[in-house]
């Protein structure tokens, strides 16, 4: 049997598989190596690489590019992120050989439509519909420098992203995504499949915790801070609950929201394994979203657990998943969700039917297999 070669163009480091934009992709590749697929992984960086070894293990080759950061990129008609993300490197290190590519992310597209790479099989994964993306980050935003920044960053997006025309087949994540590229690309063929995750089974509560609802992200993008300050400030107060506020870099504004409030503790920056444990030990996971773009990988990651998963509509636009959570689609049913379910730990039946649910719509091996057969079996 021919050995089975892809390189795979990514937008950072996917290791350690730490945030959402590279958790997908390290657990993709280590599919993919499970399958018997040599990946030469191609991913760019800013700052310092870190820990690479394990990534190392599982493809045949990595290659580290530096973005190109300086203040000529945003003068570029490309994106940003795009134009920051060119290379000649990558362009001679895609030429060793006929290899398909998959690109992650449009702002790794750079050279989806490059003259040289004509001929080449070319599979491109979205992240999300980019400019929907951007400019709902722009809306959620108060600081009128990083609005105008985030729209005007979409409409490039949104002009860029003819590349992907260029694109043997476009693999799409959530169901209105699927609808969009479908719609806006009817010619380039458009096969579904889900987020990567790295699990398999559900998984236990760490020691003895605590009772507590969670609610967790990285706290600097405006989307998570919109809902971090919503649940402190209309929904927290009315649950005689301890509330847990968990992720990277929270604002003066949020710091200031919880003081004083007895009941909810910020944990400011946790590391890996005090997030973990945080996941892993919440009685309810409170997740909220005002912009129902992509998938949230932080969904996925909760209904591993034991706990009760308590969402508003948006958090499950697009993906199997709604079925599996408590929805409420405004302040009065979020709270009575969280008052109501508190004190009910989740039985073992329940769980089962999750895990069966989740396997059978979310499996990372099933999704590899179609990748697989999509690339090199047709």
Request: some cysteine; overall charge neutral.
């Amino acid at each position: 049997m021919p050995v089975k070669r892809l390189h795979i163009i990514c937008f950072d480091i996917p290791f350690p598989p730490s945030y959402g934009g590279v958790i997908p992709v390290f657990y993709r590749i280590k599919a993919l190596n499970k399958l018997g697929v040599r990946v030469i992984l191609h991913c760019f960086y800013k700052g310092v690489k870190g820990e690479t070894e394990p990534l190392e293990a599982l493809c045949e080759k990595v290659y580290y590019y530096p973005r190109k950061t300086s203040f000529l990129q945003q003068l570029s008609f490309r994106p940003y992120g795009v134009a920051s993300r060119d290379s000649d490197e990558l362009l001679h290190d895609l030429l060793q050989d006929d290899a398909p590519i998959f690109f992650e992310g449009l702002v790794s597209c750079a050279l989806m439509s490059h003259p040289a790479l004509r001929n080449r099989a070319k599979y491109f994964r979205e992240c999300n519909v980019e400019h929907d993306y951007y400019h709902a980050l722009g809306r959620a935003t108060k600081s009128l420098w990083k609005k105008l920044y985030l729209h005007i960053e979409a409409e490039r997006l949104r002009w860029f992203e003819r590349t992907v025309r260029n694109a043997s087949a476009i693999f799409t994540l959530a169901h209105q995504d699927e609808a969009y590229f479908k719609k806006t690309y009817p010619r380039v063929p458009n096969i579904y499949f889900p987020c990567f995750h790295g699990h398999t089974a559900i998984l236990p509560p760490i020691g003895e915790p605590q009772p507590y609802i969670l609610y967790h992200g990285n706290l600097s993008v405006a989307e998570n801070h919109k809902a971090a300050m919503y649940i402190v400030r209309q929904i927290a107060p009315k649950i005689p609950y301890p509330v847990v506020i968990a992720g990277l870099h929270p604002s003066d504004e949020l710091r200031r929201a919880v003081q004083g409030a007895p009941k909810i503790t910020l944990v400011d920056s946790p590391d890996e394994e005090t997030m973990q444990r945080l996941i892993r030990n919440a009685r309810i996971h409170l997740l909220i979203t005002f912009q129902g773009t992509g998938i949230k990988l932080k969904l996925l990651n909760v209904l591993f657990t034991e706990g009760h998963v308590i969402v508003n509509p948006p958090m499950t636009e697009g993906t199997e998943l709604a079925d599996l959570c408590h929805t409420g689609s405004d302040e009065e049913q979020l709270v009575q969700l969280c008052t109501s379910l508190f004190e009910q730990p989740m039985d073992h039946q329940a769980l089962n039917r999750r895990l069966e649910q989740l396997n059978a719509s979310y499996s990372d091996e099933r999704s590899a297999r179609i990748i697989y057969q999509t690339i090199f079996e047709q």
